[in-house]
């Protein structure tokens, strides 16, 4: 009855943690008493015991390891009541790298831009973002593509 009960998290990558990430985790009585005594377990590659940053009755902030291997998890939430039978029901979680922010600068000088006032830059400006929509579409179609 008063087993912690996760409904959904979110990760600093949105349905997924990057390693050493954020992840926020929210449902019922996720808190049932001393904050020390929450305890976050995530089973897959490895087992891992995650670091609860706040606790509070609805919501639970935690840290994942950095060194934790990427894969499929599930993740388990016990509130400190019910000794081994208080673990929660699992969620799927995965744990990936993060992804690369993109490198590729296109600056609108390299596109023709004179500068405030001395043209109307509008046909360089919209040469530029259509360059960088061209790139991105190809990203989409090569996945894991470095900019």
């Known amino acids: 009855m008063n087993r912690a009960d996760p409904t959904w998290f979110v990760g600093d990558e ?17 808190l049932a008493g001393d904050p020390e005594a ?3 377990r995530l089973t897959g590659p490895m087992s891992i ?7 509070e009755k609805y919501a639970l ?11 499929t998890y599930k993740l388990a ?10 673990w929660s ?11 690369p922010w993109p490198r590729t600068v296109f600056n609108v000088v390299d596109f023709g831009t004179k500068g405030p006032g001395a043209t109307d830059d509008t046909p360089a400006v919209r040469e530029a973002l259509a360059k960088a929509r061209q790139t991105a579409a190809v990203l989409s179609i090569f996945p894991g593509s470095a900019i």
């Open 89 to 99: 029901a699992e969620l799927p979680f995965v744990v990936e790298r993060p992804k």
């Open 49 to 55: 015991e995650s670091k609860v940053v706040k606790a």
């Open 61 to 71: 902030t935690v840290t994942l390891p950095a060194d934790a291997p990427e894969g």
């Open 14 to 30: 949105g349905d997924r943690t990057s390693l050493g990430g954020t992840f926020r985790i929210c449902g019922k009585n996720l």
């Open 77 to 86: 939430v016990h509130n400190g009541l019910g000794g081994p039978n208080g």
């Open 38 to 40: 929450v305890q976050v």
